[in-house]
Structure formats: C-alpha cells, structure tokens
C-alpha cells in the first residue's frame, strides 16, 4: 500500500493507465480501528470498528491513496458516529480521496442493557450491527442490519410431541434502506417481539421458569419468524427496502433452518 | 425442522398461511454433506460440501419440507457432480419440493496437483470454490466462484526503496455466471497467469529463487491484479457476467488492500 | 520458507547458531492437503485435512528443512492412514527432517451413516475429528479429540416449568491419549448414548417425535454430561489419559454454558 | 442454564451427585461483554471482551450457578480492570461461587497509538490480548498473551535471489506467566523491536520506503524470531513462564512457517 503526499518520490500510481478500465471499489478492508458509535439516548459505545473503505476509481486513473482512508479514521476520533450523521464521513471520503463514489462499512459489537422479564436483574446482551453508506453518482443510500440472537422453538415438534418441543439458539438478521433515521434499538426490538423468546445475559429462577413457559407459548417456524418481521417491516415508511432472515441452529440437527424474504415498501 | 411424509400426524405446515407474504429462501443451511466432484479431465474429488439449499414459498403456502433437502444429497450419493450437470440438482429440488424457485450454493476446498516451476517437484496447492445454481421462475443462472492464494508485490514500495519491496500474499475472488461451462481449473490459471507470482506446496530453493525474482519482476498493485483480471474475462464470450476482486493481505499493515470491478459481457 | 536439497546454493539455514536456544517446534502450519482416512470398516474418506507438522531443532541448528514436510505429504499420497499407521508418519518425519522430536496434527471432518430411530431413514452426520502424534525423546504419544454435536436439555428448565423446557445443540469435545487403539467411531458412539439426544441427518415427522421426547425424558445438566462420559471413559483400560468438556449453546442466553474433566487411568 | 437464588423453586443443582467426580472447570464460555481496561498510562480502553469463567466443582456437588457469573461482570462495570487488579476479580468468582478453584480468561482487541517512522504521523494498530487467572488451591497464577502482527522477511529467499526477498505477515505470540506485573505495551514493544519490520496503520511514502529497506535490512528466519525473542524473556526477571511463538503467513505458500519456543526463568 502507499501514499502519495511526498512529491519527492515519484508518484507511480498517479500515471495515467493505458487498460482504460473503471473500478468500483478500491481501498482498505479488513480494517479494525477504534470508533465512537452514540445511540438514541445521546448514550456513547466505544467499539473496536471493522471497517472497509473503498471509492472508484475512472478508468484513467493508475491508483487510489491508500493512507487516506486511514487519516479520515484518526480525525474522527473524538467525534461520534451516529446515524444522523453517518453520510457526512463517507461525503468526506469521496472528497479527500478525489472520487466519484464512496461507500464505507463498519460492522461492531453492540451492547443493550436489559431487565430479566421476572427478577427485573440488569445485564448486557450482545448484537452484531453494521453500517454501510453508499455515495453513487452523487445518489446516497445508506443501510442497517442488526444480527440478534433469539430462541426459535418448533411447532412441528410441539405439535406431534406427547410432552416438550426442540428449540434453539436462532440468528435474525435485519437489512434495511432507510428513507428516514431508524436507531439500531429500534430494529432490534421489533425482532425481539416477534421471536418465541428473546434472550438475556443473567437469568434468575423464576425468569428461566418465565422464558421456557413463554417459548413454549409462542412456537414459531423459520418461515413464521420471517413473514411477521416482514410485516412490521411494511408497515414502518421510513424504510425503502428490506430483508429479513432467520438461521435456527437446529438442537436436533447438525445444520441450520434457514428463511429470507426481501421486500420494498 | 419438521418433515411431511407421515400421514397420521397432522401436518402443521401444510396449513394455509394468512399472512399472505412470499418467502423467497426458505430451507437448510450451514449442511456438511459429502458430495463428489467430477473435473475436466473426469477424475473425482471426494468433498465435505458445505451446502446451502433453498426454494421459494408461496404466499398461502405455511411451510417447506426440509427433510427432502437432505433426501436429495442422500441420493446424490455416487453420482459425481460438475460443471455439466449441477442443473440437474437445481431441477431436481425445485420439484421434490413442489416450488416455482430453488438455489442451492456449495463450497468446498479444491486440490491442484502443481509442479515447482524449476525442479518440477509435484505437490498439492488448496483452492476455494463455489458453486451457486439458481432457477428463478423457470430462468437458469450457474454462478462459479473461485477464491485463488496468489502472492501480490507492490510497485510503488518497488520503486521507491533502493532495495526489496514488500510482498505478501493475496487472495484474488472471481466470480462469474456463464453462458457455458466452464471448468475450475479454467479460472483458477487465470488469475494465476497474472498474479506477481502464483503459490505452490512445495518450492525447492532454485524454485524458491525464481518465485522471488519473478515476483520481483511483476509487481502489480490491487488495483492493477484486478484490471488485468477484468481485461482477459471481458475476452470470454462464455462469460455473461463476473466480477474480481484481490484483497492483499499487506505485510506492511494490519489491514488489506482491496479492489472490486465488475462487468458484463 | 525454504528448502535445503540444491547444494549449489548456499544453505543459509544449515550454519551454526550462536544463540544456544533450541527450539521445541519448528514447521508449517495451516496446510490444507489432500489425505486418506481408513476407519474401523476398512472403508476409506478422503480428507481435505489441516496439517501442523513440526520437528524439534537443537540449539547449535540454525534452520529446518520446510519442504520436506509437504514431501512427506506427497509421498503419503495413495495410503490410507488410520489410528493403526499414523505413528510411521511421525516416525518417517522425525527421520527425514533429522530431528529428535517430532509432532503432527492432522484436522479433518468425518461423516458417518446413520439410520433415523424411528423411519431407520439414512443420511450422514458431519464430525470434527484431531489426531495428534507427538514423538519426544523416543516416547511415543497418540491423541484423538472428536467433536460431537448433540440435543443438551436442561433438567432446571424442565423441573422449574409447568410446560417445556430449553434445550439446545451442545458440542462435545473428547480427547484422549490411548494405550491401545481406539476408532473414531467407538468414542463418537460413547459420547452419542450419554447425550439428551444424538442428532441426525434427516428426520422424518416420527423421527422428530421420538427424538424430541427422548430428549425430555434425558435432561441432563452440562456437569451431568462430562460426569457421565468421564465414568465410561474412566472404564475404558486402553485409555490412558483423558479430557471431557461439553459447550452448550444456550437457547436461552448468547453465550455457552461449559464443563470441563480431565482425568488419567 | 439456571440460578439457584429463589428458595420458592427446587433446587435441582444443589442435590448430592452420587457419581463422585470433581469437575474441574464449570462455568460460561464465549460470553461477550463490555469491560474497561487500565493501561499503564492510566488510560482506559473500553472493550467488547469475549469471557471465560469457571470454577471447580467438588464430587459431592451436582451443579454450579451459572448466573452469578454474569452478576459478577456487572457489578464490575465503572470499575477498570488491570494487571495490578484483575486478580480479584478471580478471588470474587471463587468466593461468591463458593468454589475452591477459580479460572477466568479475557481476549480483547487493544489499540496503541503509534507515529509512523520518518513522517511521524500518528495511527492506530490493533492488537488481539488475552489475560487468563488462575486461582487453584490458593495459588495464584496470572498469565498474559499477546498477538502482534509484523513483518517477517526470508534470508534464505534474500540470499539465493538476486534481487527482492519475499516477505510477508506473521502473527506473534507471546505468552508469559509473570512474578510481578507486566504491561501489555512492554511486551508488544519487545515483540516489535526484534521482527524484520514492525507494523503501522497510516504510512507516507518515505514511511514505505523506510519500511521496506529495513525489513530487507532485517531478514529473520522463523526461527530466529522466537529464539530472538526468547534470549529477551530470559532475561527478565518478572517472568516466571513464557512461551513465543510466530505463525509467518509465507508469501510465497498457501500455508505458514511456524516456530514455537517454550522456556522458565
């Protein structure tokens, strides 16, 4: 990789190139670095980001400058990120990086603090969440997805069994285009409604009583978890397109079920 | 997960479902199966697929059979796959499941037998690849990813030192939907045709010598490995669509170079 | 890396070494090769197989000899290993390398047939097995650890609810050092009749019934589970030394809850 | 999973286990949940840690409670954790789970600031930690890994070339069980002073070209890495235990080079 701000050195990638080819996407990837994230409640997490940065590259244009998606990173420490103002760092990359289109996409832990449904006991809960912003011939879009875990439990086996019903650990994830700002809690909390249970770090007795009794109340299919999200998901207008998939890691099973639908409002 | 075939019990997703929504993929994920693979010159690897199978729902239809996925690996069993006849699995899905859509994506590690480029020393070198066949309303797409170790050696770090230049390895994805077949070892030579250097197992130190100063001679920057990728896959007119993309595993950062171009022929 | 075979060049890695510190493992490590694996049947699976060879390197020796590792590999090619066999590989790395000691671990996933308990349907289950050989100052030592995905239900759950109870798939891992050989099979079959419930490839609907209440009729704690494989292995005189830890991915959490017992016989 | 706090329901754990075996480890795995680390500088990073926590359990005891683990984590929020304090952390697990042993293991991704070479600009470098305690019949054992990423660079390839050198990144481990306190700068500083280069985030141009002159300066062997490093943890007298080893990711193989060197003082 290499920069080109010493004028001293000879400035290869800035040649001209003869194979007259555009590039979509060219930059860094893989890149872990520490960024402030704020939520709804003006609350800060500090997470350590993993970030792609990439912008275009015209057909007669040799190379990107690689160092710079790495500057745009360190002078944003300091001031957090939020969905409110997520498209002014991908404005400012296609800026300093003197392209057409940007697009950047950081992916993060992300920690809610919960009540046990009984006990009322505080602990965190886990949840994978990234953020792409998409900057396309002056068109910007910007994308979420929360990754939540929940506990899915089987009809079918509910149904034809004499007693019990297998359930599992699932994994929701959540995709949207959004027209206006929609805060990752929100999304999460629409796919905690509608699961067979959701989940908890600490869990007294009588909570564990409460969630097996409550799952066992609320069976879902894979293909039952996927169309009531995405009804929620049709009735929110802020969202221009979506989709919605669960993987229930099957406790009978060595594989997963699996569902997705994919929609536009 | 749930199965149909017996008829005394009652069949919880064969009811109607009144939410009315499509699902596009419902079915198994994340399955290790194994599959055999037949190449170009019809010898066979055996595998451990890693096998994502789907098919779509209708509307008022509640759920899928998910036990006929595997039925249908089950009886895979001894009949070698390739490029010529994964269709057929396609087809054959989408009508045990009784669907409109079926897609089904494997991956597996693949085996070249490779010869030092000096000593002509025999060895294996590993490969990803992917498989994806998608029947979409009666409309066929075969899509054949291949991940490919390559090494990468920088230019710019060429031309500026007085000596040396960093290097490191690169793993270079092509993915393609062709009009024909198309055959792994097709696509894997390639990109190894332009890569600074391709890999090998085992490298006896003439050979070692000659991979370093090949790789010496053919610096490419990503944005380079990609372009010339593109140039030679616009010249075939088996492929309808592809896409390239190198991510150089930068032996002078914590974070990879990346570049993407796709285009259709 | 590096090879020592062309004695035209000049064996960098043959001099002496003035720091005196001698080196317990020196190889290659995450090598993907192709190999054969012969189980109790005399059936053989051929394997895509993650190698770790290493040798011991005394303190006067300035470097190893890479490539002999893979060559070793290579002329492995066409002989099936099994638990029987798998001390020459060590012994013929220890030799060609010229080195005191010697160790290798081979990764590999392994399926099994298995008839479904109720519709006796057959369809494979996927397994992750280790082998370890390790040859110190002339002792011999052999390790096997199988990965075995099962149902865990959980006794509390069950006892405190009025209906249900969470369950979830656990991975169980058993390692052993043997006195006499043991096969695959026979410590995955060990580990299967202790679970809540062994899992399958394809259930049919009086599949998923049966399964669903032997679980509820076998609840068992993440202590219960590695207590009662410790007291089967514990009978077991071929068995030398011995580790039994359980990972149940909690339905109701999004974490594992985990066990661990080692023990010698 | 399951608590024992609420007399009101059975206490099914705490019954007697007529199979009398101790289990030496029980607990929660791959809990992930945010922590404050204190570095040396008094500075604190906040972190998503992925924990391990256990304890022994006596024959005689059928069960641990699992969620006072999570409470414990809690009730640490606001306080930092260091070197100097993360002992009682394990002494709190052991007394509030009325255990005689006690074990608990952290990894977390920790950023340090660092100026590149010649230009002095400042970036971020992420590095992987693990602190582990271990509390086993009163003794107390406190152990630190850290993962570095460098450049390695290949003597043998330097000499038998004539010209360029293949390089590439290798991945650093050491592990230390320490008499007095270390801090994880000091051991990523030895780390990084004896690889052929060590690694940045942002690199100008003269940065690159320092950076490649002196790793081609600098060629080291696998093996010369860890013994290097090995005559610096020798020498310090805090350490009690150590390991080093180094994964190279050669450039030139689709496989790594690896060394691993294991000493006490």
């Not at 930059?27 to 409640?41: E, F, M, N, S, T």
């Not at 950047?104 to 912003?133: C, H, M, R, T």
């Not at 899915?152 to 149904?159: A, G, H, R, W």
């Not at 599992?168 to 067979?196: D, F, T």
Request: some cysteine; overall charge negative.
């Amino acid at each position: 990789m290499r920069d080109c701000a010493a004028e001293l050195l000879e400035d290869v990638q800035g040649r001209a190139d003869p194979r007259a080819i555009a590039i979509q996407r060219v930059g860094v990837k893989a890149l872990r670095y520490p960024l402030q994230i704020q939520d709804r409640d003006q609350k800060i997490q500090q997470v350590a980001a993993l970030c792609n940065m990439y912008v275009s590259l015209p057909p007669e244009v040799k190379g990107t400058h690689m160092s710079r998606f790495l500057q745009i990173l360190e002078e944003q420490q300091g001031n957090p990120l939020s969905v409110l103002n997520f498209q002014e760092l991908i404005l400012r990359t296609r800026d300093r990086l003197e392209a057409r289109d940007a697009r950047i996409e950081i992916q993060f832990p992300w920690f809610i603090s919960k009540k046990a449904p009984v006990s009322g006991v505080s602990s965190y809960l886990d949840y994978e969440v990234e953020w792409v912003g998409i900057l396309q011939e002056d068109q910007y879009v910007q994308e979420l997805t929360v990754h939540v875990p929940v506990t899915s439990l089987c009809p079918c086996s509910k149904s034809i069994s004499e007693y019990g019903a297998h359930n599992q650990r699932s994994r929701v994830s959540v995709w949207i285009q959004n027209r206006k700002p929609i805060w990752i809690e929100e999304l999460i909390a629409v796919v905690e409604a509608e699961a067979s249970s959701q989940l908890y770090g600490i869990l007294k007795r009588p909570d564990e009583k409460f969630v097996t009794e409550y799952a066992y109340d609320h069976p879902k299919f894979v293909e039952d978890m996927v169309r009531d999200l995405a009804l929620r998901l049709q009735r929110d207008s802020r969202i221009a397109r979506y989709s919605v998939a669960s993987e229930n890691f099957e406790s009978i099973h060595n594989h997963s079920a699996y569902a997705l639908i994919e929609g536009e409002n």
